[in-house]
């Protein structure tokens, strides 16, 4: 029996992960959710909570991480959360397969911090936030997205993204 597809829906400030157990089915069924509080945070707030960044090494030397955001580096931080738990379930055979859902920026953030053998697993991904919908809407949405297959007899193109997920190519303008 085949294991079932897991369904990331996230931006970032919160996450929900979904299994289907087929395609076809329709049904989503809840697994886990998760909040992300600190990015609604006032940076004053993030900073007090991250003070003491600057290591010493050696003697008269002070070394600083590089220059980002106390909310980009939480941004981060939330998407290796999310990242880890797809991959702690492919590696646990929870899982076959994974869609993600997420915000621009979380979904470029989540695909990059996925280990190589965890990314394989990914089917498909789009660029949306659907993190404010529930039930039939969420439903609906994820099924619009989902890239169609191919009537019989006919050859499917290469997608140019990653994970096949399907995108809109509009002609270039002089």
């Not at 869609?99 to 697993?121: C, D, E, W, Y």
């Amino acid at each position: 029996m085949a294991r079932p597809t897991w369904i990331l829906v996230a931006d970032g400030s919160r996450a929900r992960l979904f299994e289907q157990e087929r395609p076809d089915d329709g049904r989503l069924v809840p697994l886990q959710s998760w909040a992300n509080p600190a990015l609604r945070l006032r940076a004053e707030s993030l900073a007090y909570r991250n003070l003491g960044r600057a290591s010493k090494g050696h003697i008269g030397s002070v070394s600083f991480e590089p220059r980002t955001s106390l909310k980009e580096r939480e941004h981060e931080r939330f998407a290796h959360e999310l990242a880890q738990h797809l991959a702690d379930g492919v590696r646990g055979g929870r899982c076959d397969a994974l869609v993600l859902i997420a915000s621009n920026s979380m979904l470029g953030s989540v695909r990059h911090a996925l280990p190589a053998q965890t990314a394989k697993r990914v089917q498909w991904s789009a660029a949306v936030d659907l993190t404010r919908l529930d039930g039939r809407e969420l439903r609906e949405r994820i099924e619009a997205l989902r890239p169609q297959a191919p009537p019989p007899g006919v050859e499917a193109e290469a997608s140019p993204r990653p994970g096949g997920a399907q995108g809109i190519s509009l002609p270039m303008v002089p």
